[in-house]
């Protein structure tokens, strides 16, 4: 994750005026916005306006006492619990590589239904808790099994390569204790893990650019000339990345493997399609016997879906799940809720910058044959 580098800028500014007239026309039964805007000076997006000029958002943020991001969220023993990164103000200049996300701790929030109470459970893992991190705590995820809470979360090592580590607890609000190694095998961001109907768990890894995951294409980590790793744009898109995990759940069962995420024409994306292909933040969920692989399209600001027939993939783009939030990052996770499905994403209507961000959720709706509506957020 990162900002748009200057070569991108012509293209991305010539999509954020076509991507409305894209995607405007897509069903949308909740919809008391409209689409985002995206502004010329930096590439990040913002929220519209009402006819007073006043900004209109389709959500009020969950807590507005601390900034949170990147929500991950799970329904355990019929409470709700929010994962979320906390964001942090620490000057760090903002740049290609994402240093301004310099976060140093989790909080995870939890709430008896949604739009009942939210509660913030404090500090569950500090940065100095973690025997072989570097910096940045980024976007985390949570699972539960044998009676143990496990925390995956992505930090840089001492040697500034991004690694997943996992913690456990008794309890889902934590306190957390890190493993002493990241997991063996673990490369890159945004660790997403699913929990299929026969009990086996699998992890979802990967973003580019700040995300690193261009760096791994070779299969070893390569970060000599970032910028040359990255496909050229009639190249094939890099993949998120996924592994089954161990019974234990702190490692992987087996190496992780690319996950190809295909058009309707059964083609993988090329890396020039900035509108479908992968970025970073992934998430699975199952309905009705499908899997469906969500993410973020980055600097196109989109969350998109794809569906398969096995939680390895190939994926089939189905279409955007929510067009641009405000600021640059979008992050996601989707999670069924008596009944109901939701969705958990973050924009920065508290603070108007885009490393300062605050989640927020609303009802995902679909249609009779499974397609997801498109939300203006
Ligand atoms: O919060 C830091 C990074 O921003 C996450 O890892 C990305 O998904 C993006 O939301």
């Known amino acids: 994750m990162k900002k748009a580098p ?56 969950l807590i507005s006492d601390i900034y949170t991001a990147d929500p991950s969220a799970h329904v355990f023993n019929g409470r709700i619990y929010i994962y979320p990164s906390h964001d942090i103000e620490t000057n760090m200049p903002e740049n290609d590589n994402g240093d301004h996300f310099a976060m140093r701790d989790y909080h995870i929030l939890s709430m008896d239904s949604i739009g009942g109470k939210v509660t913030d459970h404090g500090v569950a893992l500090d940065i100095k808790d973690i025997p072989w991190a570097g910096r940045q705590l980024w976007a985390p995820d949570a699972a539960f099994k044998n009676g143990t809470y496990y925390l995956y979360f992505p930090v840089k090592d001492k040697q500034d390569i991004f690694r997943i580590g996992v913690a456990t607890s008794k309890s889902p609000t934590g306190p957390f204790k890190a493993q002493h190694k990241p997991m063996e095998g673990s490369l890159s961001i945004d660790p997403a893990v699913f929990t299929d109907t026969d009990g086996k768990s699998y992890m979802y890894v990967g973003g580019i650019w700040g995300g690193q995951l261009q760096r791994w294409r070779t299969g070893k980590y390569d970060g000599s000339k970032p910028k040359e790793q990255e496909p050229a744009p009639n190249e094939e898109a890099v993949g998120p990345r996924v592994a089954r995990l161990s019974n234990d759940m702190l490692s992987f069962a087996e190496p992780v493997k ?59 783009y189905q279409g955007v799940i929510m067009n641009p939030v405000e600021g640059w990052t979008t992050h996601h996770s989707i999670v069924e809720v008596d009944g109901k499905w939701y969705i958990f994403y973050h924009d920065t209507e508290l603070s108007g910058k885009t490393w300062l961000r605050n989640v927020k959720v609303t009802e995902l709706k679909r249609k009779p044959d499974g397609s997801i509506e498109t939300i203006n957020p």
Request: hydrophobic share 30%; aromatic share 14%; with cysteine.
């Open 6 to 61: 200057q070569f991108l800028l012509p293209s991305w500014r010539t999509l954020a005026f076509l991507l409305p007239l894209a995607v405007g026309s897509a069903c949308q039964s909740n919809t008391s916005t409209s689409e985002s805007e995206t502004t010329s000076a930096d590439s990040t997006t913002t929220a519209s306006t009402d006819s007073t000029g006043s900004k209109k958002y389709l959500n009020k943020p």
């Open 258 to 316: 690319e996950v190809k995420i295909v058009g309707k024409d059964g083609k993988p994306f090329l890396a020039g399609d900035n509108k479908h292909r992968f970025f970073e933040g992934g998430w699975m969920h199952k309905y009705n016997g499908k899997y469906y692989f969500s993410y973020s399209t980055g600097d196109t600001h989109l969350l998109a879906y794809a569906t398969g027939d096995s939680p390895y993939g190939p994926f089939t």
